[in-house]
C-alpha cells in the first residue's frame, strides 16, 4: 500500500466532509484488502501542533466500512464549524487485523469559509 502524500481537495468548514477509500492488494490489483478486523484512525491538526483538533476512528463511526476494500470518512457540520478557514495537517492510519500498520494519507486538508447567507 502506497502512502499519499500532498494537498486534499479543499472542504467547506460550513458543512459536512465526506470521502470514500478504496484499498486494493498492491500485489493482486484485482482484490480488495480484507479490513474486518481494522483499526482506522485518523485525524486533523494546525500545522507544527502535535494535538489533534478533531480525530477519529472506526470505534466511533467517524470511518465505516462500506464493502470489502472500501471506507467512508466522515466529519459532521457541527466538527467543521470549528476549523476556521486555513491549511490543516490531515493523517490517516491502517492497521490490519494482521497488525500490520500503515500511513495511507499524511497531507494538507485547505478549509475555506463555505459563506452562506441564510
Given at each position: 500500500?502506497?502512502?499519499?502524500?500532498?494537498?486534499?481537495?479543499?472542504?467547506?468548514?460550513?458543512?459536512?466532509?465526506?470521502?470514500?477509500?478504496?484499498?486494493?492488494?498492491?500485489?493482486?490489483?484485482?482484490?480488495?484488502?480484507d479490513?474486518?478486523?481494522?483499526?482506522?484512525?485518523?485525524?486533523?491538526?494546525?500545522?507544527?501542533?502535535?494535538?489533534?483538533?478533531?480525530?477519529?476512528?472506526?470505534?466511533?463511526?467517524?470511518?465505516?466500512?462500506?464493502s470489502?476494500?472500501?471506507?467512508?470518512?466522515?466529519?459532521?457540520?457541527?466538527?467543521?464549524?470549528?476549523?476556521?478557514?486555513?491549511?490543516?495537517?490531515?493523517?490517516?492510519?491502517?492497521?490490519?487485523?494482521?497488525?500490520?500498520?500503515?500511513?495511507?494519507?499524511?497531507?494538507?486538508l485547505?478549509?475555506?469559509?463555505?459563506?452562506?447567507?441564510?
Open positions: 500500500m502506497s502512502i499519499y502524500v500532498g494537498t486534499l481537495a479543499a472542504t467547506s468548514n460550513r458543512v459536512k466532509w465526506t470521502f470514500a477509500v478504496e484499498i486494493i492488494d498492491p500485489v493482486d490489483p484485482d482484490t480488495a484488502v479490513l474486518v478486523g481494522s483499526t482506522i484512525l485518523l485525524g486533523i491538526r494546525e500545522p507544527g501542533q502535535q494535538q489533534c483538533i478533531l480525530s477519529g476512528s472506526l470505534s466511533d463511526a467517524h470511518a465505516v466500512l462500506t470489502p476494500g472500501n471506507f467512508n470518512v466522515t466529519f459532521t457540520e457541527a466538527e467543521m464549524k470549528i476549523l476556521a478557514p486555513g491549511e490543516y495537517d490531515f493523517g490517516l492510519v491502517l492497521k490490519l487485523a494482521n497488525g500490520t500498520q500503515h500511513q495511507l494519507i499524511a497531507g494538507q485547505p478549509v475555506v469559509d463555505g459563506v452562506v447567507n441564510p
